[in-house]
């Protein structure tokens, strides 16, 4: 299967995979020992999601793998949440809690598949990510509740929520995706319920959702997902080479 052809499990693909990611940082920047072990957990089930997904769109373990390490930087277009690293724990969870509402709400729609290894695959989807979203909700409101954090985090929730407009949108060009619009609003109905007890107004997410933008055009992503190539790149420590 061509990488290049529109099919919107691969956006999610790269939402879940960047995602992982990301977190996986703070593994060892981590808040507490138990926190930072709960972390390296939801990191492992967004790689595990993100491969679902390739494989969902067509991909073995040849296509996933060159999705990952090959295919050029302007055929990626993650959400604008994954394309920037988040320096703070309150910025973390906020990102956290939006891509996890988000997978809920994919859940859901697959859910209703013809296709049964789909309507599984939703299944695992729905209630892997669903505890994300506990585990995330009980962040915001520690963080939304404490005067030594409080400020910290409103302030945040303006920055992310500002990136989270491309969630359910498309890359430009692709032809969209029937079902998006109806999508975003209840992702923003979700989030805004998540968020009512800490004043944030997830009206920032917009009434509808926006083009997503390519990897090209966002030079930190660009960043990220050379890093992620590294171990492919260099001499053969021994290591390196059991990803070639």
């Known amino acids: 299967m061509s990488?290049?052809?529109a099919n919107p499990f691969l956006d999610r693909a790269e939402d879940h995979f960047v995602h992982g990611h990301l977190l996986g940082g703070w593994i060892v920047d981590y808040i507490d020992l138990e926190e930072s072990l709960a972390v390296g957990s939801l990191a492992q089930e967004e790689l595990a999601h993100a491969s679902t997904f390739l494989t969902l769109a067509g991909m073995n373990e040849a296509g996933r793998d060159a999705f990952v390490f090959e295919r050029p930087?302007?055929?990626?277009?993650?959400?604008?949440?994954?394309?920037?690293?988040?320096?703070?724990?309150?910025a973390t969870v906020l990102r956290g809690?939006?891509?996890?509402?988000?997978a809920v709400v994919r859940s859901t729609l697959m859910a209703s598949?013809?296709?049964t290894t789909v309507r599984d695959a939703a299944?695992?989807?729905?209630?892997?990510?669903?505890l994300h979203?506990?585990?995330w909700e009980r962040w915001v409101r520690l963080l939304a509740s404490h005067e030594r954090t409080a400020a910290e985090f409103a302030g945040c929730a303006v920055e992310v929520l500002a990136l989270g407009g491309d969630v359910f949108g498309v890359a430009t060009g692709s032809g969209g995706v029937e079902g998006q619009e109806s999508a975003h609003r209840d992702w923003t109905s979700r989030?805004?319920?998540?968020l009512a007890a800490t004043g944030v107004d997830a009206a920032a997410l917009g009434e509808v959702p926006v083009a997503r933008r390519p990897a090209t055009e966002r030079?930190?992503?660009?960043?990220v997902l050379s890093e992620i190539r590294s171990i492919r790149a260099g001499a053969d420590d021994g290591v390196r080479g059991l990803y070639r």
């Open 191 to 194: 989030v805004a319920a998540s």
């Open 113 to 115: 598949s013809e296709d």
């Open 97 to 102: 809690l939006l891509l996890s509402q988000a």
């Open 219 to 223: 030079p930190e992503l660009v960043e």
């Open 133 to 135: 979203v506990l585990h």
């Open 3 to 5: 990488v290049t052809t």
């Open 123 to 130: 299944a695992v989807l729905a209630a892997e990510q669903h």
């Open 73 to 90: 930087l302007e055929q990626w277009h993650p959400t604008q949440l994954v394309a920037q690293r988040l320096h703070t724990w309150p």
